[in-house]
């Protein structure tokens, strides 16, 4: 069976800082991998996806994630995050059911 | 276009009852995922339900039931309810019948707590 692992759950950082949060998936075969996002008192939302293509893809509100297979990896990246970006992200991997991450609760501080 | 609705927003049971929750899909979305949230955890899936069958199932007893109805709406119904199925449960749409590339949008999920 497919597993995520996302580290560091909890990431605190100011204003304008840059932020990565790392994804790690295992499974041998064709994977469509995800990013998703809970704001406080929200439902998850889909932040950007990966199915082919450019490994370089892009998302909302400015983040991006890069998807290198030889490390099983999908990291999600913003350059400059905001107060407004401060809420839980979750790595996903979809084999025909999705597969997530325990995820990153992020505090940005103003 | 309504997004994915689900229902009730919060329920309080005790040990040992039944549970149904409900979920409507996204418009033009016939397949439903289930989820089930622990506290600090990210979503697991439950089961998968397209033309009204369970297509995929994820590790949980058979005390986790559901059903899918000619209008694509979806209930998840627990049994014998365990302290432990305390979480939120939330519901997922999609277009197709459970392709890897299918988008899953969710809603806003049920909180259960089990007293």
């Known amino acids: 069976a497919q597993s995520v692992s996302q580290h560091n759950h909890h990431v605190i950082l100011s204003e304008a800082a840059s932020l990565e949060l790392g994804c790690n998936y295992s499974y041998g075969g064709t994977v469509n991998l995800f990013w998703y996002v809970q704001y406080p008192g929200q439902h998850l939302q889909l932040l950007l996806k990966y199915f082919s293509g450019d490994p370089l893809v892009k998302g909302i509100k400015g983040f991006e994630a890069e998807f290198i297979k030889s490390k099983f990896s999908f990291n999600l990246r913003k350059p400059s995050v905001q107060w407004s970006d401060t809420a839980e992200y979750f790595c996903?991997?979809?084999?025909?059911?999705?597969?997530f991450g325990k995820g990153n609760q992020v505090v940005v501080i103003p | 276009d309504a997004g994915v609705t689900q229902s009730p927003t919060h329920l309080i049971k005790t040990r040992g009852q039944q549970v149904t929750l409900r979920c409507s899909p996204k418009s033009g979305h016939d397949t439903v995922s289930w989820y089930q949230q622990a506290l600090g955890q990210g979503p697991q899936f439950i089961f998968q339900?397209?033309?009204?069958?369970?297509?995929q199932r994820g590790n949980f007893p058979d005390r986790f039931s559901g059903h899918q109805f000619p209008n694509y709406s979806s209930e998840l119904n627990v049994n014998a309810l365990l302290l432990g199925d305390s979480a939120l449960y939330l519901c997922a749409s999609s277009p197709g019948t459970g392709f890897s590339t299918d988008t899953q949008y969710f809603g806003p999920g049920t909180r259960l707590t089990v007293l």
């Open positions: 339900y397209y033309e009204e069958e369970e297509r």
């Open positions: 996903a991997v979809n084999t025909g059911r999705l597969a």
